[in-house]
């Protein structure tokens, strides 16, 4: 599919993951980042003066000499708004560029509860993008607000979605191992973190959402709502001291009880709705499952699929439910900048800009 360069803008362009959204929007087919927006104290000065670059990638050139303005609608004019900004900040400028006839598509937490706004992962449910439409009638903008996910839900519902489809999900208990990247820049300090696992991330809100949030994603769209997922979760959430990929240790409850290499191959020939599956951020393969005994792990498949597919291993039996395994998805990547732009690229895909 080709596609005119449709101008895009950054919100909270300065921090860990507006600067993953930068490297990601280089070169991209069908986006040009056209201004880059950011806190006061960065306002006015070039981006590679104004930013503490904190990826392994080098800062792209296009980015280098962009004057950083001010978040607000009238400085930015792009018909896409990738917000990176906290939840405080986004709750007030995120309806406004929609307001305004931006799409936003956000990375923030502000309205991923709003019963109009699509909460996304276009390789499960594509179809609840639809939901924009609904959110213009209700709010009288031309503009709308998707959401991704919080990125420990992202791998884990990606890899649900394919056991729901087969044989039903009834009951999910999880841990997680969330990377240091997922804290922002400067992030936990390393006298916390070293030789630590810290068994609380987000002051408590991270449990809430991940045993939210999926629920909504793997929900059915019903005209102008969804109608939430009727499984039980359970969550424990834990910081350790990896620099990128969440890694979760999942036991669910199916309907249908199967042998473990059934639902490995479930989760192999697991594919996205049309509408999704030739964007250039689709994940390729959408789950990559690994054979060996200790994988997936952070270090070595984090960037498996350009850091957009979902990698599970050690699927087995559960003696307590029926199924066990782990999942690992990079969190900036796939469960943050990534997922806005995948989202973005849908919006293209469906004529909702």
């Known amino acids: ?18 600067q993953r959204f930068i490297s990601l929007l280089d070169n991209h087919p069908w986006f040009k980042v056209v201004a880059l927006a950011a806190s006061d104290r960065s306002v006015g000065q070039p981006y590679s003066k104004a930013a503490r670059w904190v990826l392994d990638d080098p800062m792209p050139a296009y980015a280098r000499d962009m004057i950083v303005v001010p978040a607000n609608t009238d400085a930015v004019q792009a018909k896409i708004v990738f917000s990176a900004l906290h939840t405080e900040i986004a709750n007030e ?24 706004v699509p909460l996304l992962l276009p390789e499960i449910n594509a179809e609840h993008i639809q939901l924009v439409k609904q959110q213009r009638k209700n709010n009288g903008w031309s503009g709308c607000i998707v959401t991704n996910p919080n990125c420990t839900s992202t791998g884990l519902t990606i890899a649900l979605k394919a056991l729901d489809e087969s044989f039903g999900v009834k009951k999910v208990f999880m841990v997680s191992l969330q990377a240091l990247s997922g804290a922002g820049y400067p992030g936990v300090p390393s006298l916390d973190i070293m030789d630590n696992v810290i068994p609380n991330v987000g002051n408590g809100g991270e449990e809430e959402k991940v045993e939210w949030e999926p629920r909504k994603m793997l929900g059915k769209f019903n005209e102008s709502k969804i109608d939430m997922a009727n499984i039980t979760f359970s969550a424990h959430t834990n910081r350790v001291a990896v620099i990128d990929g969440h890694t979760v240790c999942a036991s669910v409850a199916l309907d249908k009880p199967v042998e473990p290499e059934v639902a490995i191959q479930a989760l192999r020939d697991y594919a996205a709705k049309p509408s999704a599956r030739n964007l250039p951020s689709t994940p390729k393969p959408v789950i990559e499952v690994k054979d060996e005994a200790d994988r997936p792990q952070p270090r070595l498949d984090r960037l498996t699929g350009k850091g957009m597919t979902t990698v599970v291993g050690r699927v087995r039996r559960d003696p307590i439910l029926d199924l066990k395994f782990v999942v690992l998805s990079h969190n900036t990547i796939r469960g943050a900048a990534g997922a806005s732009i995948y989202n973005a690229e849908l919006l293209v895909n469906e004529n909702l800009l």
């Open 1 to 18: 599919m080709s596609q005119s360069q449709i101008p895009v803008a950054i919100l909270g362009a300065t921090g860990s993951v507006g």
């Open 93 to 116: 400028l995120e309806p406004a560029f929609a307001k305004a006839g931006a799409a936003v598509c956000s990375n923030a937490s502000s309205y991923r509860r709003g019963e109009d």
